[in-house]
């Protein structure tokens, strides 16, 4: 399902050159030393690998909070259940902020979305996911607009690595990194 352009929090297209400081002025207010980031995706699929490259960027650049989700141990559908389990068990009472790639409107392609509120992961495919996060950074990295599924497969690796610094960057601001 495309997302639709309302939503509580901040929205910024990653090429703005005042992306990373707007995200982070948002993020500022929500980050503590409670906050969890859990990156979803996976390696697999160039349109799925936001989330994991965001970890990667995060843990590559000595981010001091949990990371969960990194191009060497991804949080994709397989496991996200363990994963879950395991946050529950171990960082519990943590602020979640889920990250994950999405498909949206093509005019919306490229934009960066902080919503209040749990990530729906998968929904875009067709998948039935457990909902996750107490808020989410959304990449829109392709269009919904057409029936293929497979469209993730014909993302540029490149644009999703843009993206993925900006989240990244802004999230150390916000860090005070």
């Known amino acids: 399902m495309p997302i639709k352009d309302e939503f509580i929090g901040v929205k910024v297209h990653f090429k703005d050159k005042d992306a990373i400081d707007k995200l982070s002025s948002f993020l500022s207010d929500y980050i503590t030393e409670n906050t969890l980031v859990l990156c979803i995706g996976t390696d697999r699929c160039i349109g799925d690998c936001?989330?994991?490259?965001?970890?990667?960027?995060?843990?590559?650049?000595?981010?001091?909070?949990?990371?969960?989700?990194?191009?060497?141990d991804p949080t994709h559908a397989v496991n996200l259940d363990t994963k879950i389990k395991f946050i529950?068990?171990?960082?519990?009472?943590?602020?979640?902020?889920?990250?994950?790639?999405?498909?949206?409107?093509?005019?919306?392609?490229?934009?960066?979305?902080?919503?209040?509120?749990?990530?729906?992961?998968?929904?875009?495919?067709?998948?039935?996911?457990?909902?996750?996060?107490?808020?989410?950074?959304?990449?829109?990295?392709?269009?919904?607009?057409?029936?293929?599924?497979?469209?993730?497969?014909s993302t540029r690796l490149g644009f999703v690595m843009q993206m993925a610094k900006v989240i990244s960057n802004a999230l150390l601001k916000a860090a005070n990194y």
């Open 50 to 72: 936001l989330g994991p490259l965001v970890g990667t960027l995060l843990v590559d650049n000595g981010f001091k909070l949990p990371v969960i989700g990194t191009l060497d």
């Open 88 to 153: 529950e068990q171990y960082y519990k009472g943590y602020f979640i902020l889920a990250i994950d790639a999405c498909l949206g409107y093509s005019d919306f392609i490229g934009d960066i979305q902080i919503r209040t509120g749990p990530v729906s992961p998968g929904k875009g495919v067709g998948k039935k996911l457990p909902k996750v996060g107490d808020m989410s950074i959304i990449g829109v990295v392709d269009s919904s607009d057409n029936s293929d599924l497979f469209a993730f497969n």
